[in-house]
DNA sequence: CGGAATGTTGATATGCCTCAACTAAAGTGG
DNA sequence: CCACTTTAGTTGAGGCATATCAACATTCCG
């Protein structure tokens, strides 16, 4: 019988060992549901939550506000993640959470995971590694906003989000949902709109992905991994399953 | 009388409450020094470490290397840091560390630290909270190197290496030793180093902030934080030392 | 003192941004 | 169901910030 628990125990089973009692007192956690509308908040920048998110369906986005209006968008969280495990023991919220498109999430209060914690480390620890893992993809975020051209940028993106996806299990080989606007793309990628538009026709020409209609149309993996310079390392998942092989 | 360990617990202690059992806990792990000269390594990306580094001295980095050779610095650390307790939970590195300059580290290996934590979960979740201060300051760093201008990146940049390094007690008010070289900066914010370079020129010249000899010299505070849109709630300090009552 | 590393400065090129107009698609209400 | 409105995507012109290339000055260090 699946529960809904059973997401975030398969997504922390890809990179951690559990054992029955782990898994037992994860699947005992008191959740419940709570759906979002697109561009509704889960948290915002300088809240103190008490709750943390498991994201059920959809897509979520952690964002900085700038002075000026603008958003910077930091990542993206597909089903299983757990984008703020990273408050889980800050005060305050250094950003804001929010959903791309209509979501739905598990809410567990950081008081039921810390005492699961204390009773049973290794469920720490595998949470713990979950925030490591987020960390390094924010690491390859400063690189691939830094270090590349816009074209790269958006074709290394491109490769994480149909990687991550693919590992939910949830999208099929070849596509996977992306639902976000070309501004909003710019303001994860740090690049204007026209540049996007612009570098993702010249992408959709090379034959490598096509993106359009919020979906990601993989046309020659390979092709766009080199491209993007893409090297899924520091992704850290550690059993790759059956149903994603084609992601080697 | 003070161990070196203290280093680490006064760090943690900026932001979480150790109780006594825990502190004795961190004082009695086994930690041996090593001493760095500049640019050398204590892990490269690819390797599968076992033990964890304390800066005690100096300045240590983060960086990814990329295919055509260059260098993306990722963040800096200073006394107090534990700049691999990223790697605590994870196989393989993502990213290389080495020092900016002779430094000096403490190293602890991952199996005392996670028994520790079995045994006293406070003290694990106060290192939790140290990576978790980590992710966020990457997550700055996305925005800093996506959304602002070079000028600002610097400014911002400065703002936060001159308020952690008071935070250590080791900088005197008004500057911080800094020991990168244009270029560095250059690979760390995203930028050439002639870019750099003139941007430098023009904060010298606004009288906000002088970065020479690898010091930064802090001309006027308040101005640099405004150039800098620098907001310090990232960096997640609770309490502020006497000390470094300047920083407010 | 000489060589290497670092910093400074200018000329030129270019990727990307801004502004702007226009098209296409997707909702909305009569 | 269609006109209307809004939102998203496309495309071009012009300009600016930043990169690249290059020469030279300065500092550091053996």
Redesign the pocket.
């Known amino acids: 019988m699946s529960r809904p628990q059973d997401v975030l125990i398969r997504k922390l089973q890809e990179h951690s060992n559990l054992s029955g009692g782990d898994v037992d007192g994860l699947r005992a956690l008191p959740m419940r549901e709570r759906l979002l509308a697109n561009e509704e908040d889960v948290v915002r920048q300088g809240d103190a939550p008490k709750l943390s998110a498991v994201v059920l369906d959809g897509t979520l986005a952690r964002y900085h506000t700038l002075p000026s209006g603008r958003r910077q968008y930091l990542s993206l969280h597909v089903r299983g993640d757990m984008p703020d495990a990273q408050a889980l023991f800050l005060d305050r919220m250094d950003h804001g959470l929010c959903a791309m498109g209509d979501a739905a999430v598990l809410l567990v209060t950081h008081e039921a995971l810390v005492s699961l914690f204390k009773k049973r480390p290794a469920a720490g620890f595998a949470v713990w590694r979950e925030t490591l893992i987020d960390a390094a993809i924010f690491r390859e975020s400063i690189t691939n906003n830094s270090a590349r ?3 790269t940028r958006l074709a290394h993106f491109f490769c994480e989000q149909y990687y991550r996806s693919r590992l939910t299990g949830y999208a099929v080989p070849g596509s996977a949902k992306l639902p976000l ?3 909003q793309l ?1 303001e994860l990628l ?12 010249k992408l959709r020409k090379s034959g490598c992905v096509d993106f ?3 979906q990601i149309q993989i046309r020659n993996w390979h092709r766009l991994v080199k491209l993007g310079d893409f090297d899924p390392t520091y992704l850290h998942v550690r059993r790759l399953p059956r149903s994603a092989a084609d992601l080697r």
């Open positions: 051209s816009v074209e606007t070309q501004t710019g740090g690049a204007s709109l026209p540049s996007i538009n612009r570098a993702l026709r359009r209609a919020s």
